[in-house]
Structure formats: C-alpha cells, structure tokens
Nanobody
Framework: VQLQASGGGLVKAGDSLRLSCEAS????????IGWFRQSPGKEREFVAA????????FYGDSVKGRFIISKDSAKNTVYLQMNKLRPEDTAVYYC??????????????????WGQGTQVTVSS
C-alpha cells in the first residue's frame, strides 16, 4: 500500500494549489481518505476527509469554505483544492487512508496508511 502526495509548492497569499494523493495497493473508492497537515512545533491537524461511500466530505474549521476535497476513482486519486491560501496554511500536508471510520474521520487514529507528505508554503 502506498499513498503518494504531490502538488505542494511556494505560493503567495490568496493563491490556489491543488494537492493530489495517488493511491496504489488500495482503492480510494473503498477507503476513507483524509488530509492532515503539520507545521513546525505544532501537532498534526485535520484538514479534510472524504468518505468511501457516497463521497460525504468533512472539513476542519480553519479551511472550511476555502478547501475542497474530491476523488477520481478511475485515477485512484484524491485531490485537495486549496483556495484563498493564507500564510497560516503553511505546513506539510499528508494524505491517509482507512477502510473503517470507527474513531471518526477527523482523528489521526482512524487512518492506517499514510503518504510521505508534501510541503505547502504560503508567503504573505
């Protein structure tokens, strides 16, 4: 099982970026997929998640209304469209997958497979 996160980079405040999480060894159509982020000195923070069934989505309060999570089952990839980026969005972004959601999709403990992370830096 492998999750490959990509699409990070250096942008200015107000810009947009789209992160991709390409899965191999598991199907995004049968797994819940989450995005988390971590900046230096801070705990890992929930960003967004998409359920395996019906594609219901969830967002952290700090990104609600600006970020959109979606998936393309044919490409076995989940995306995180990030709009109106702010300097406080600067972090390493990780995608993660789980076949179950017993603890809840906003909890790190739910996820069993993690990608390597992609750096997003937003300048003011």
């Amino acid at each position: 099982v492998q999750l490959q996160a990509s699409g990070g980079g250096l942008v200015k405040a107000g810009d947009s970026l789209r992160l991709s999480c390409e899965a191999s060894g598991l199907a995004v159509s049968s797994h819940h997929i989450g995005w988390f982020r971590q900046s230096p000195g801070k705990e890992r923070e929930f960003v967004a998640a998409i359920r395996r069934n019906f594609g219901m989505t969830f967002y952290g309060d700090s990104v609600k209304g600006r970020f959109i999570i979606s998936k393309d089952s044919a490409k076995n990839t989940v995306y995180l469209q990030m709009n109106k980026l702010r300097p406080e969005d600067t972090a390493v972004y990780y995608c993660a997958a789980s076949a179950s959601a017993a603890v809840g999709l906003t909890s790190e403990a739910t996820y069993r497979a993690w990608g390597q992370g992609t750096q997003v830096t937003v300048s003011s």
